[in-house]
């Protein structure tokens, strides 16, 4: 709190000056006018906080549309906060958006003022529309103050069970921030992190993964059971989503995959050949097991690469780099090339993401070289680039080369010498001496052109050739001693220190093949010793010593000269330099026993140094990141593992069967081929048949999405035989098909006698196979992309399915006799339809709400092929549509082949199943004949949304109490005096909703309970009735935009006489 103070303090400090100096011209009229500018500020800001502080919306939104124009622009619009706060609670939504983008903004550098509007956040986390409930807890996750951790704890928690994945993704953002203001929340932040790893939504996953890696990047636990549905989803995520993703996958991968590289450095396997004939089974046995040596990628590790590989075309950059560093790590080294031309697409970039581009092509090519040869040119400099991309294209250059290109190669870089750049021009020539070095067959040919630059008139040229020149002699001095004369003849006119050290080296290691030269340079040095840099004095020194060593007659006095001006010299490594020189080459009572290994100290052979590129260092780190552009461990930075030797069981990336999935397969489940062998005489049977195939239907499309997870594990890629994987897939259909039929039988018998008569009612009302109706509909289904969405959502609500173990469902209290007009006879040219919710389990899956329709011609033509035409449904939402009405005739259904049409005066009920995702939002359709075509809607009431549950009265209170805080939405009620007694209130609330009664050991207390169609979360009313002819309703449940609207609908129904 006191950093905030002082920060909030420095801020009101700056401000006071402008505030003062702008309410200068409004206190003294008679200002100059070169004060009007900051007047016009001062009233355009007193203008905005009236209009703030009006009564009138629109005064208010054109207030704050300028207001965020300001921020938008970089303006300060601080002083403003305390106006715009208040506005937050307005009933306009589009004034509330606008002051929840203010607030994210400015509510971390106006903390105080923010905890005043803390309820008004609480609140509003609660309202139907999903950009408020997001802002506000945006807002709150950026007020940075400790009282409030457990607000946000359990609003993130509230958050993560949104209906809205927009919500749930900033709940994900949102933890983050949690954890950096309290780490203590780690362990309950990381529930919320499994939860959310679990869902299907594309908008959430990058933002998840994204918490995950920052609150707990070694729970690899966490990720086994999502690594394929990530797999999967990876297409479909946004980008930077995507990068996240695919950093977490790729050291997730290196911890449970072998090494795919070994396929390419073992040696050549055994192929498996007959058993010869006087061969051992102890030798064949060894055969067997080299055979049986040879790699197999593991189908998840090939899930991986494959489902990343269509990324290399992403539009940005930082995705391409994120795959090219996932394939270099993971992929084996023959696949790994196929990176290469996405990464020198980027180089049409800016030079920004060239600079990253181009350091992570360095490295690579230090390693593999062959991955980028045939783009050689691409890496050619051109003349407008800056010289940090000069630079790394030429490193690069200098790694590709070879005897093929080098000719090439040099041609380009004798221009590059020439460049006005000299930066540039001497890492050229650093280029050419690593050349040399490690191409043999032209170090003679880039030596000759080095001592040619000598000639240069550019100082730094010719230094940096000196010292490229000095690394290649010491690799062949016996055959160079006249380059080491012409280097000592430029002595005197190079002024560069690097330079003149690197000669004077030269001449002390070579001395004795230049006996002459040699002491002379060391007269003309000693000289100018004084006025020499501390680098010139110490090789200086170093020649003195050698040349008293080898040529004393000559040298002795001129070296003691020397000794004694280093004696006395500034620098006290020149004068340390000196003492441990004179003491070591000059014999006199004090010397050791080392004095006698002088010469073969100063004059060993030393190897030649190693001309290596920078980058080579780099290759521990993981390509794409800023520790690897440092090359220097940054902070956060998480380092790759080294491959397992055996790889972790790949049963624990296994998905089971949800639950709820197992609750209703009588309705679910497709068979393939029926035998009618042995039933085609039997009415029973074939019914039996009948409810099978079309419970079948369900079955697959509610668990194609997991048969798609088995079909990738079970498949293997590495071999490339697609038909193999197909003829698995085939079996395990098969397998899966029958224990379908086995266990639709089971559950056929143990279930409820009303919906076994529903189910043949319908059936014989329709008249159809019921099988042919659920495979339109599972057809449909397929094409749906939100399909695996909403039908794996059980998956993330897994906890509260597995908290409500003591509630059972139950048949409904009361059968809704209300219809509502779906098609006007007069806007469907005749044709009339009318819905209604039958609240009976739904034939189409456990997760869909029971839609009765009613069709009725009222014409007296025919009306043909009556069938569902386009669906325009949100996002999650699904539809089992009905079969083309064929022939009726009156309320009697009669099947006639040659005919399709509806009767005149004819009228038929059909059923249709809509999972409508817990939430009221309208499904809309198109409802067609041959002819026609109309739009029409459905939209539920929330009641319908809800199946009725049994419990105690005991289990009830511990629910409730598990549902408190934000998750209790609660109104006291005036109470008609006729709507007092229990089986009124009773009658009137089971009526609005679909709930079921628990019994009640208090009169005055009553309590119903029921769970949410698609998702299984508990929904408790409480209705307490108090004294002066008043209620208190209490609405208790995980779902709260479900308890707002459901109170909002139960007030009038019980306070109305």
Known sequence: MAGNGLSYSEQGGEAAPELAQEAAPTTAPSAPAAFGLFSSDTKKNEDLKQMLESSKDSAKLDAMKRIVGMIAKGKNASELFPAVVKNVASKNIEIKKLVYVYLMRYAEEQQDLALLSISTFQRALKDPNQLIRASALRVLSSIRVPIIVPIMMLAIKEASSDLSPYVRKNAAHAIQKLYSLDPEQKEM????????????????????????????????????????????????????????????????????????????????????????????????????????????????????????????????????????????????????????????????????????????????????????????????????????IKTLKLEILTNLANEANISTLLREFQTYVKSQDKQFAAATIQAIGRCATNITEVTDTCLSGLVCLLSNRDEIVVAESVVVI????????????????????????????VARASILWLIGEYCERVPKIAPDVLRKTAKSFTNEDDLVKLQILNLGAKLYL???????????????????????DIRD???FIRQLIVPNEKSGALSKYAKKIFLAQKPAPLLESPFKARDHFQLGTLSHTLNSRAAGYLELSDWPEVAPDPALRNVDAPEAAKEWTVFLG????????????????????????????????????EKEDKEEGSSDESSGSSSSSEESSDSESESKESTVKKTSRTAEKSDSEDIKKKAKRITKKRNTSSSSDSESSSSEESSSDSKSESDLRSDSESGKSGRATSSKVTTQVFVPTKTHELLHRMSGKGLAAHYHFSRQPCIFGDCTVSVQVTLTNTTDQKIKNIHIGEKKLPPGMRMHGFNPIEFFVGHCSIWRRNKKSLEPEGSITVSMGIDFCDSTQTASFQLCTRDDHFNVNIQPPVGELLLPVTMSEKDFKKEQGMLTGMNETSATIAVAPQNSTSLVIIERVVKAANLGVVPSGQDNIHRFAAKTVHSGSLVLVTVELKESSTAQLIINTEKTVIGS?????????????
């Open 470 to 497: 000095k690394k290649l002699l010491q690799t062949q001095p016996s055959y160079h001693g006249e380059i080491i004369k012409h280097m000592a003849k430029l002595l005197d006119n190079i002024t560069v220190p």
């Open 577 to 579: 330099r000196t003492r």
């Open 189 to 388: 932040l990381i529930e919320v992190i499994e939860k959310l790893l679990k869902d299907r939504s594309t908008l959430v996953a990058g933002s998840v993964v994204m918490a995950f890696e920052e609150v707990c990047p070694d729970r690899i636990d966490l990720i086994h059971k999502n690594y394929r549905k990530l797999c999967t989803l990876l297409v479909d995520v946004e980008e930077w989503g995507q990068v996240v993703i695919i950093h977490m996958l790729t050291r997730y991968a290196r911890t449970q995959f072998v090494s795919p590289w070994k396929k390419d450095d073992d040696d050549v396997v055994e192929e498996y050949n007959e058993n010869n004939f006087y061969e051992s089974d102890e030798e064949q046995k060894e055969k067997d097991w080299k055979v049986k040596k040879t790699y197999v990628m593991d189908p998840d590790h090939r899930l991986l690469l494959r489902n990343t590989k269509p990324l290399l075309q992403s539009r940005n950059a930082a995705v391409v780099m994120a795959v090219a560093q996932l394939y270099w790590h993971l992929a084996p080294k023959s696949e790994a090339g196929i990176v290469s031309k996405s990464l020198v697409r980027l180089l049409r970039s800016n030079r920004e993401v060239q600079y990253i581009v181009l350091q992570n092509i360095a490295t690579m090519s230090i390693q593999r070289k062959g991955m980028f040869e045939p783009y050689l040119k691409s890496f050619y400099v051109r003349s407008t680039d800056p010289t940090m």
């Open 1045 to 1057: 609207v459901l109170l909002r609908e139960l007030k009038p129904v019980l306070s109305q006489g």
């Open 670 to 705: 497709k068979t393939k081929k029926e035998k009618p062998t042995e039933k085609f005489y039997s009415e029973s049977e074939e019914e039996e048949d009948e409810s099978a195939s079309t419970s079948a239907t369900e079955s697959e499309s509610g668990s194609e999405s």
């Open 550 to 572: 080898t040529n004393s007659k000559q040298t002795k006095l001129l070296t003691q000269y020397v000794l004694n001006l280093g004696k006395y010299d500034q620098s006290y």
